[in-house]
């Protein structure tokens, strides 16, 4: 058909106009003006709250818990066995018991009828020594009488000298199974070896017991231990008893979900047990509590401690002298200390002696008057601009 574009000439007029517009767009991207934002930003000093570092002698405290074990536990047991015939009132789980005192009863008939044979057997066996002391006399005389020269070796025998001394031990012995008669029906009262508390009590009125068997569990009323763990590197800070009227550092015991707040116990370090606690590699180590059922103490409010109880110390560490002390959450990374000077964030390090849950005791690096920043800052960078609430923001 005439006036019909071919189709490579339609083709070139579609480039033609895609160039066309492309260029009219890049011209208008070129010429068009760019919108610039003024960014007039004004520095501002970060608002911070500052303290002084406390000067003087303090005691450092270290922490730890532990476990509450008797001093003095045993198993009471007898040592002649029987019928049980009677038990002390006392001697029942949560009771007393004093020093001495009769916890029970073996019946003693057949521990009685023995001392009495043992007895008549001392008295047999003197009989018969004082018979043969006579024998002795008449064989010297008949001796005497011989008037001749006998060996040595026959002489001890012609003077009866071996059974003197046979009937001499006898005696002996008769008096020692006496005396062991009269143990045994000493021991048909079974006795408590010291102050206790009844833990508990495994045999009744009429049970048949031996020697050895358990009648019950006591503990010792006068002393309980807390064994607990401590950091090696804070042993040096810690004493501990050197004999057994002496006391180590004071600790302060409490229980934290049975006693009330304030409620606390005194005790001091006993001894450090020379074994590491094989899960943490602490130093494990005895803290001596007197009195623990609190059954002497005047004061209504004093706790009593219960074996087996987890609780927590809070130990006494030597005396460190003119020393500075700031909270410890104020001494930041790598021992170092935020300054407020000059109006600007100073970075300070510091040389650390100890610290505790709550304390930085610091030797050198910081002076009396610093001003410590204790805001937590989100741009830590030396010479950041600070103010106080007391300050006129710049």
């Known amino acids: 058909m005439r006036g019909t574009l071919s189709l490579p000439t339609r083709i070139v007029i579609c480039v033609a106009l895609l160039l066309v517009g492309a260029a009219a767009l890049a011209l208008i991207f070129s010429t068009e ?8 930003v ?9 303290t002084q570092p406390e000067r003087g002698s303090f005691r450092p405290v270290i922490e730890a818990m532990g476990t509450v074990t008797a001093e003095r536990a045993i198993t009471l047991t007898p040592r002649v066995g029987g019928e049980l015939v009677a038990l002390a009132d006392s001697f029942v789980p949560g009771g007393f018991i004093r020093q001495g005192e009769v916890v029970a009863r073996i019946d003693d008939a057949d521990y009685r009828n023995i001392l009495q044979q043992r007895e008549s057997a001392v008295e047999q066996a003197i009989s018969d020594f004082e018979i043969e002391q006579g024998r002795q006399e008449l064989a ?5 009488d011989l008037q001749r020269p006998v060996p040595e070796d026959r002489r001890a025998l012609i003077l009866r000298e071996p059974q003197l001394r046979a009937a001499d031990a006898a005696i002996q012995s008769a008096r020692a199974a006496a005396e062991q008669a009269r143990l045994d029906l000493e021991r048909t009262a079974v006795k408590a070896p010291f102050d206790a508390h009844v833990l508990s009590r495994e045999a ?6 031996n020697a050895s068997d358990p009648l019950g569990r006591l503990a010792g009323v006068d002393v309980y231990w807390i064994e607990t763990t401590i950091p090696l590197d804070k042993l040096r800070w810690l004493s501990f008893a050197e004999g057994e009227n002496d006391h180590g550092s004071p600790v302060r015991i409490h229980h934290r ?33 007197e009195d623990p059922l609190a059954l002497k103490t005047d004061s209504p409010d004093a706790p009593a401690l219960m074996i087996g109880t987890f609780v927590q110390c809070r130990i006494e560490g030597r005396e460190l002298r003119d020393t500075l002390r700031l909270r410890r ?25 100890f610290q505790d849950a709550e304390y930085a005791y610091i030797a050198s690096g910081l002076n009396d008057d610093a001003r410590v920043v204790t805001t937590s800052l989100a741009t830590v960078k030396e010479g950041v601009p600070l103010r106080t609430q007391d300050q006129t923001s710049p």
């Open 42 to 50: 004004r520095q501002t000093a970060m608002l911070v709250e500052v």
């Open 33 to 40: 003006p760019i919108a610039e934002r003024e960014a007039a």
């Open 204 to 209: 009744n009125v009429g049970s048949l017991v």
């Open 329 to 353: 959450e104020h001494v930041r990374a790598n021992d170092t200390v935020w300054l407020m000077r000059d109006g600007m964030l100073a970075i300070q390090p510091v040389e650390v002696v």
């Open 257 to 289: 979900t049975a006693w009330q707040p304030g409620q606390v116990r005194e005790g001091h370090l006993y001894r450090l047990i020379g074994e590491l606690e094989g899960n943490t590699r602490m130093a494990r180590a005895l803290v001596a509590v």
């Open 140 to 144: 010297l005389q008949d001796y005497r």
